[in-house]
C-alpha cells in the first residue's frame, strides 16, 4: 500500500515545482495557458510543458518524441534542429482540470533576453493522408484561406523586439497567417532591421540581416543544413509542423545574437514508408528563398538558388505534389496533394 503514495520528500518537491511554474514569456501560436485554457508552462530549469492533447493526437505527439530522441538513424547535425526531450509528466493542467499528462521539452528561449519570434507552419497542406474526408476538408479550408497552399508556408504568428522604448510588434495571428507574398517580404526585412516601428512598413533598413540570417551559423545557413536533410530523409513526413526562427537583438552588443532554428509541434507526424516529405521539403525551400532574397550575397545564394526552382510555391502543382501522388498507393492518390484536392472540390 505505501508503494502507492508519495513520501514526504517527493511531495514536497513535487510541490515545490507546481508552485514555480508559469505561463510562458514568449509565446507566440498555440493555445496560451490563461483564462480557464489548457497550454504551455515553464519552470526555472529551463523546462517547457505541453500538455498532450486528449485524442490519438497526444499519443502520436508522444511516441513521436520518444521514437526520434532514440533514432540512431537521424544525424547529430540535424537533431540540433529538435527541441530536447525529457519524458512526460503528470502536473496539474492550467485550466484547473487537475493532472494532466504534459511532455517535457526544451524552454527554446530560456535564455534569451527578448527574443524576436517566428513561428513558419511549413507545407502546402497542413492535413495529412490519413486523415477523415472532414478532417481534411476542416485543414484545407484553413490552408486556401491563409498563404499555405500559395506559398507553401503560413507566419503562425510572431514577436519582434524594437527596444526598450517600443517593446513588440506582434500582430494578431489571424493577420499574420493571410499575409499575402508581399507582406511575408516585409515581415522578413522587418525582422531583421534597426529601425523598428509598431506597424508593418515598407521602410525597414535590414541592417541586421548580415547578423541574423547570414553567416557560417546564421538562419539562412541553419535552413540550408535542413533542407540538406529533407532531400533525402524517408521516415517520417512533418505533416502541420513549424520551424521556430528566433534570435536575441540584445545579444548583438556581445557580436552574436545567437540566431537559431528549431523544428516543433509533432502531433500530425507519420512514418515516411520510404518516400520523401515532399510536402515539407517544398516548403522550406519557399522559406528559403523568400530569405535569399533579403540577404545581397548569402552564403552559396548564388549555387543554391538554382536548387530552388523545383520547390517553388509557384510549380507546386507541377512537382511537388506529382511527386506526393507518386509515393501514395491506389487509386485515391490525387486525393493526398493539396492541388489535387483543390481541383476536386473548388466547385463545392
Known amino acids: 500500500m505505501a508503494q502507492n503514495f508519495l513520501s514526504n520528500r517527493q511531495f514536497t518537491n513535487l510541490y515545490t515545482m507546481q508552485s514555480k511554474l508559469k505561463v510562458p514569456d514568449h509565446q507566440v ?3 496560451n495557458a490563461i483564462n480557464g ?8 530549469s529551463g523546462r517547457f510543458y505541453k500538455p498532450l492533447q486528449k485524442d490519438e493526437r497526444g499519443s502520436r ?9 532514440s533514432d540512431a538513424r537521424v544525424p547529430d547535425h540535424i537533431r540540433r534542429f529538435f527541441p530536447k526531450f525529457y519524458g512526460t509528466e503528470l502536473i ?17 528561449t530560456a535564455n534569451y533576453t527578448n527574443p524576436s519570434i517566428m513561428d513558419v507552419k511549413i507545407g502546402s ?6 486523415a477523415s474526408e472532414d478532417y481534411i476538408q476542416k485543414c484545407f479550408k484553413k490552408d486556401r484561406e491563409t498563404s499555405s497552399v500559395f506559398l507553401g508556408f503560413r507566419l503562425a504568428g510572431l514577436q519582434i523586439y524594437g527596444g526598450q522604448e517600443i517593446g513588440y510588434w506582434k500582430p494578431d495571428r489571424k493577420v499574420t497567417q493571410e499575409y499575402s507574398a508581399d507582406e511575408v517580404t516585409l515581415v522578413l526585412r522587418k525582422y531583421v532591421s534597426s529601425n523598428q516601428s509598431l506597424d508593418l512598413d515598407k521602410n525597414s533598413d535590414c541592417a ?15 535552413l540550408l543544413e535542413l533542407k540538406s536533410w529533407f532531400q533525402d530523409q524517408t521516415l517520417y513526413h512533418f505533416n502541420s509542423c513549424s520551424v521556430l526562427i528566433f534570435y536575441d537583438k540584445d545579444w548583438l552588443e ?4 545567437c540566431p537559431a532554428i528549431k523544428l516543433i509541434d509533432f502531433a500530425h507526424v507519420y512514418e515516411g514508408s520510404g518516400v520523401i516529405d515532399h510536402n515539407f521539403l517544398g516548403g522550406l525551400c519557399s522559406l528559403i528563398k523568400f530569405i535569399s532574397e533579403i540577404l545581397p550575397t548569402p552564403n552559396g545564394c548564388n549555387t543554391e538558388a538554382s536548387l530552388f526552382s523545383t520547390y517553388l510555391p509557384y510549380s507546386l502543382p507541377l512537382t511537388i505534389l506529382n511527386k506526393q501522388k507518386a509515393g501514395v498507393n491506389g487509386g485515391d492518390a490525387n486525393k493526398f496533394s493539396a492541388f489535387g484536392f483543390f481541383a476536386a472540390h473548388s466547385e463545392k
Open 29 to 31: 501560436a498555440g493555445h
Open 37 to 44: 485554457q489548457l497550454g504551455p508552462l515553464i519552470d526555472e
Open 61 to 69: 505527439e508522444a511516441a513521436f518524441y520518444q521514437s526520434f530522441s
Open 92 to 108: 496539474e493542467a492550467s485550466d484547473g482540470s487537475g493532472q494532466h499528462p504534459h511532455l517535457v521539452l526544451e524552454d527554446l
Open 125 to 130: 497542406r497542413t492535413w495529412y493522408p490519413q
Open 208 to 222: 541586421l540581416a548580415s547578423n541574423v540570417y547570414g553567416g557560417d551559423s546564421g538562419i539562412f545557413a541553419q
Open 254 to 257: 556581445k557580436g552574436n545574437p
